[in-house]
């Protein structure tokens, strides 16, 4: 079974300051990735997607993430954190087709960033 | 319409009541997901529909909790003889079947206290 590990429930940084939050998952192959953030109030928005090819991903924002095969890890970066990043934000794995968790995506318990100015 | 959407928004039951959570997807996705998001927890999966395919119901936490949709449109979350613990944030979700890529969009949620 596919299954998710944000290992950091709660991460402290200053504003301005690089942030780096960890992933770690369980899948028999390469998975679909994602990181997604809930603002307060918020529903969830998709910060970025790993699917294949460049294991350096680009997303909203200024994230990025970087899949990392030999650690199972998908790790999510940012250079410089504004306070208007404080959230919460969850890593999650989607089956690829020919599993037998296709289709299912599985989230991490979710990390929540608080930026102090 | 734009965005999956989920009704009501919020609402409080008794104990032992049963309640039903809606949630509309997106227009031509194909999957539907359930999660429930207790307070400062992360999210749970309950259950998952893809087409026409058996749903995944490996997330239901007990058999007071079913899940039905029809086709690819409405979906209903019932919860029988509701519990404390079921106080929770419903989210749903729906994602297209594009190259099967399994991005999901999220709506609102639904905010269920049980008194």
């Known amino acids: 079974a596919q299954s998710v590990t944000q290992p950091d429930i709660h991460i402290t940084v200053s504003e301005g300051a690089s942030l780096e939050l960890r992933c770690n998952y369980s899948?028999?192959?390469?998975?679909?990735l994602f990181w997604y953030v809930q603002s307060p109030g918020q529903g969830l928005q998709l910060l970025l997607k790993?699917?294949?090819?460049?294991?350096l991903v680009q997303g909203i924002k200024g994230f990025e993430a970087e899949f990392k095969r030999s650690q199972s890890s998908f790790n999510l970066r940012k250079p410089s954190v504004h306070w208007s990043d404080a959230a919460e934000y969850f890593c999650?794995?989607?089956?690829?087709?020919?599993?037998?968790?296709?289709?299912?995506?599985?989230f991490g318990q979710g990390t929540i960033l608080t930026v102090h100015p | 319409g734009a965005g999956v959407s989920q009704s009501p928004s919020n609402k409080v039951t008794e104990k032992g009541k049963d309640v039903e959570l809606r949630c509309d997807p997106i227009?031509?996705?194909?999957?539907l997901y359930w999660y429930r998001q207790r307070l400062g927890q992360g999210l749970e999966f309950l259950i998952y529909?893809?087409?026409?395919?058996?749903?995944?119901k490996s997330g239901l936490p007990s058999d007071r909790f079913s899940a039905e949709r029809t086709g690819e449109s409405v979906s209903t979350l019932t919860i029988q003889r509701t519990q404390q613990e079921d106080s929770a944030v419903y989210l749903c979700?729906?994602?297209?079947?594009?190259?099967?890529?399994?991005?999901?969009?999220f709506g609102q949620g639904t905010r269920l206290t049980v008194v």
């Open positions: 999650a794995v989607g089956g690829r087709p020919g599993g037998t968790s296709y289709g299912k995506l599985t």
């Open positions: 979700a729906s994602s297209p079947r594009q190259g099967a890529r399994t991005e999901a969009f």
């Open positions: 899948y028999g192959a390469t998975p679909y």
């Open positions: 790993y699917f294949s090819g460049d294991t």
């Open positions: 227009s031509g996705h194909t999957a």
């Open positions: 529909f893809q087409g026409n395919s058996a749903p995944d």
